[in-house]
């Protein structure tokens, strides 16, 4: 059973930072895509940063220079530093990952961040 289990969402004031971690646990072979992935009120799971699992990264372009995301391999672990935070970053965060050469995906349960004025 593989499990995400998501942390370090909560409440900051704007401008504020926080930093979200997914820890993948369970029987896994090869984790090759991670991504975080936000779903703002009323609109669709949008993708907020991936990445690959030699290291390349891609983000949301309401997110760059201000988000970084990063990962331990060697942990299963993937982490999102969220600087700068703005009231419209506040949602669910949810992480996924996506294994290879045997394609399985996966999700987390979701942590809330909010992000007060």
């Known amino acids: 059973q593989v499990q995400l289990v998501e942390s370090g969402g909560g409440l900051v004031q704007s401008g504020g930072s926080l930093r979200l971690s997914c820890a993948v646990s369970g029987s896994i072979f090869s984790i090759d895509l991670m991504a975080w992935y936000r779903q703002p009120p009323g609109k669709q799971r949008e993708l907020v940063a991936g990445i690959g699992s030699g290291g390349s990264t891609n983000y949301a372009d309401s997110v760059k220079d201000r988000f970084t995301i990063s990962r331990d391999n060697a942990k299963n672990t993937m982490y999102l530093q969220m600087n700068s935070l703005k009231p419209e970053d506040t949602t669910v965060y949810y992480c996924?990952?996506?294994?290879?050469?045997?394609?399985?995906?996966?999700w987390g349960q979701g942590t809330q961040v909010t992000v007060s004025s």
């Open positions: 996924y990952i996506m294994t290879r050469p045997r394609v399985y995906v996966y």
